[in-house]
């Protein structure tokens, strides 16, 4: 089983074309990473996986699910931290997490619960409270992260989730998300600039 397929992909923004004939998969439960320099379409190839621009040529599966046909069964599947940070910076950690709990429709007792779950995980129980302000770099993509799974995508994509980050937290992150994959079965597609 894919956890995603993209297949012939291609994308202009008017004249300039931003990516062609892209194809390839990520199998479920596992790490992909997708390495190339700024401008190389990373963030155009995200914004198509999660349907903020429409496809203009290409396929792509999520799950099994046609992005263009089955949108909402794919998109289920989908669990996205965006390039740039989309916290509130002054509503608390746990907050944020409500908030976006309640976008997907979550009853408030089973948000607690996979809140309670999720930040745990990201061993940001003991600041749910503080204003996200307050968080570092790391800390502050680990609360995305945690907001990113909280109604239980296959497929986790991470935009240049580690750029802006200092070396030692760059490898923690790695190590977490890496982590995740193994112990969750998640499947995770990792875009960055940074070779390591
Ligand atoms: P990356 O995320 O790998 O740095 P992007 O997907 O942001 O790359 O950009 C790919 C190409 O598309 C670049 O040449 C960029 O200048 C161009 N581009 C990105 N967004 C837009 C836009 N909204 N309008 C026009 N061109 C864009
Ligand atoms: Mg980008």
């Known amino acids: 089983m894919n956890a995603l397929e ?61 992005l263009g046909q089955q949108p909402r069964q794919a998109l289920r599947q989908l669990g996205v931290v ?25 009853a408030k007792t089973q948000a607690k619960v996979r809140i309670d779950e999720e930040l745990t995980r990201q061993q940001l129980d003991e600041r749910r409270h503080e204003k996200v302000r307050a968080l570092n770099g790391g800390h502050r993509r680990r609360v995305e992260i945690a907001r990113a799974l909280l109604h239980r995508p296959r497929l986790l994509l991470l935009d240049e989730a580690s750029a802006g980050l200092d070396p030692a937290s760059r490898l923690a992150l790695n190590r977490h998300v890496r982590q995740l994959c193994r112990d969750q079965g998640l499947a995770v597609l990792w875009t960055t600039h940074l070779l390591d």
């Open 82 to 106: 965006f390039q740039q940070s989309t916290l509130d910076l002054d509503l608390s950690v746990e907050q944020n997490l409500r908030y976006h709990a309640a976008l997907h429709g979550l």
């Open 6 to 66: 993209v297949s012939n992909l291609a994308f202009a923004y008017g004249a300039r074309q931003a990516l062609q004939d892209l194809s390839f998969r990520v199998e479920a439960g596992s790490f992909a990473a997708l390495l190339g320099p700024n401008g190389a379409g990373k963030s155009t190839l995200i914004a198509l996986l999660t349907r903020l621009y429409d496809l203009q040529q290409g396929d792509i599966r999520v799950m099994g699910n046609s």
